[in-house]
């Protein structure tokens, strides 16, 4: 589990989260949306430790990362699988190469068990064959799977998915969708997503943090989202005509 | 202010970058490859500047001479003087500057603009160690070799220009290298390039190591780091002179 408390951050006069308070669950796809600029990617920094908050804590099952030294910072991060919106894979490396980088890194295990497990990582995501491609040779899809195998390769206890649909298809998306939510209950994962994909947030989301302004604006299940009140909230998720028609349908 | 804040941020990175490595064995087998391909594969252009470096030292010297008075030996111990005092080690750490420095920022700062650096940091691996500190090894160990070869061929390529076109007979050019030769200049060179590499390497990966925005400011990066590793190499090297020479 993951808690945040009362986290805020601001970069020069610009005050960009403020006072953020919410709980992430293990063994449940949390997902953190908002509007382009509303703070999510922020938020998603301080929680993984790329940025120290101003003020606010954050807490691993109950370790407060910021306030760890270094070394215990390390322990903490090698728990933790992110898969990046751009999948961040290291051009210089083949696919087999980026999913063994965090086991030859940390990992006591012979080359051999190194490859079977990368192997068995890339196999759990559909990925078989193309161990020798360098990333700039794979689709876009291929990159987030790739990036979700060196994510699951240290067998994490914390997942960060940082919009995986940007730049997908719909189709593929839903399968990056999918594959996320099988990995959360398979491993047990606390995983964050942050997306503002409506699709994903109807696909997958299990417990929603709406943000708005950089401050948490909302926070329920699916279910309870459809029913909000919320006007900002509508306004974000009913801003497609198909989402719109998908309420209307409900509401009959 | 602006320039304290670089400098102080500069600092700050080598200290990170002169931590604890994760494992020894990756960072050893990376560091062979940046050998590679910051030294081995600048072989090429190193050797063909040298050699033409010398040429035109030679003839410079030679077609200035006028005075019957001054031994025709005097060009050739004027081109080793130059070669190996400041033509090699200082102009050739200039040109990798440009070559070895801006590859340098614009890799690592790609990294920065495509999130790798995030993604390794989140891992819990030591980023700057992990990017530079091989590199800054690599080019420490191997620009010594660069240089003393640079040496050999500009010297060669002096001696090309005495047998091509007599502007000197290549024996009054040999002897003239022999003259009053002191072994200490070449240990000064040798100094001098250690710490050049060192400043072509960190200073280019601090530019690329602190890129923010997209490719336009990884070109600017990179321009920057020639620019400020250009600067960092002429003010050491007037420091080293200072203190190794008088």
Redesign the interface.
């Known amino acids: 589990m993951i808690e945040v408390q009362g986290v805020s951050k601001r970069f020069g006069e610009v005050q960009v989260i403020t006072d953020i308070t919410a709980t992430f669950q293990k063994g449940l796809v949390n997902q953190i949306i908002g509007k382009s600029g509303s703070g999510k990617s922020v938020l998603a920094k301080c929680i993984?430790?790329?940025y120290k908050p101003d003020e606010g804590r954050v807490l691993y099952d109950g370790r407060s990362f910021h306030e760890l030294q270094l070394e215990e910072?390390?322990?903490?991060?090698?728990e933790?699988g992110?898969l990046?919106?751009?999948s961040?894979?290291?051009?210089s490396m083949s696919v087999l190469d980026n999913v063994m980088?965090?086991l030859?890194?940390?990992a006591r295990m012979s080359m051999a068990e190194m490859t079977d497990r990368a192997r068995s990582c890339l196999e759990r995501v559909n990925i078989v064959d193309k161990d020798k491609l360098f990333p700039s040779e794979l689709s876009g899809g291929m990159q987030k799977r790739v990036g979700i195998a060196r994510a699951i390769a240290m067998n994490p206890k914390y997942l960060?998915c940082d919009e995986p649909n940007s730049g997908l298809d719909p189709q593929t998306s839903i399968l990056i969708d999918e594959l996320i939510l099988e990995l959360t209950q398979e491993f047990n994962t606390t995983t964050i997503v942050i997306t503002h994909d409506m699709n994903s947030v109807m696909g997958t989301g299990q417990n929603i943090l709406f943000l708005h302004d950089g401050r948490n604006w909302w926070h329920g299940s699916r279910e309870e989202l459809l029913m909000s009140e919320n006007q900002e909230l509508n306004d974000f998720i009913f801003a497609s005509d198909l989402m719109r028609q998908a309420r209307k349908h409900m509401g009959n | 202010m602006d320039i304290l804040f670089h400098i102080g941020r500069y600092f700050q990175l080598l200290g990170q970058v002169f931590s604890r490595p994760?494992?020894l064995s990756?960072y050893a087998k990376r560091t062979v490859e940046e050998v590679d391909l910051l030294g081995v594969k600048s072989l090429g252009i190193v050797a063909l500047l040298s050699v033409f470096m010398g040429a035109v030292i030679t003839i410079q010297t030679a077609s200035n001479i006028d005075a019957a008075w001054i031994p025709r030996y005097v060009v050739g111990f004027t081109a080793r003087q130059s070669v190996i005092l400041e033509f090699s080690p200082t102009i050739i750490s200039l040109i990798l500057a440009g070559k070895v420095g801006s590859s340098i920022a614009a890799e690592i700062g790609?990294?920065r603009v495509?999130?790798?650096i995030?993604?390794l940091?989140?891992?819990?691996?030591n980023s700057a160690g992990y990017l530079i500190l091989p590199k800054i090894i690599a080019a420490m160990l191997i620009n010594p070799f660069l240089i003393v070869i640079s040496m050999f061929l500009s010297i060669f390529g002096g001696w090309v220009v005495c047998v091509a076109t007599g502007v000197v007979s290549p024996n009054e050019y040999i002897s003239g290298l022999q003259w009053d030769f002191d072994p200490f200049t070449v240990t000064y060179a040798l100094i001098k390039t250690v710490v050049f590499a060192f400043a072509i390497t960190s200073v280019a990966a601090y530019h690329g190591y602190f890129t923010q925005g997209g490719a336009l400011e990884v070109g600017r990066s990179s321009t920057t780091a020639v620019v400020f590793s250009s600067i960092v190499i002429l003010i050491a090297n007037y420091m080293l002179t200072q203190i190794l020479l008088v």
Request: net charge positive; no cysteine; charged share 30%.
């Open positions: 993984v430790g790329l910072k390390r322990v903490i991060r090698q933790i992110m990046f919106q751009s961040a894979l290291f051009d980088f965090p030859k890194m940390f960060f | 994760e494992r990756l790609t990294m495509k999130e790798q995030d993604a940091d989140i891992m819990g691996v």
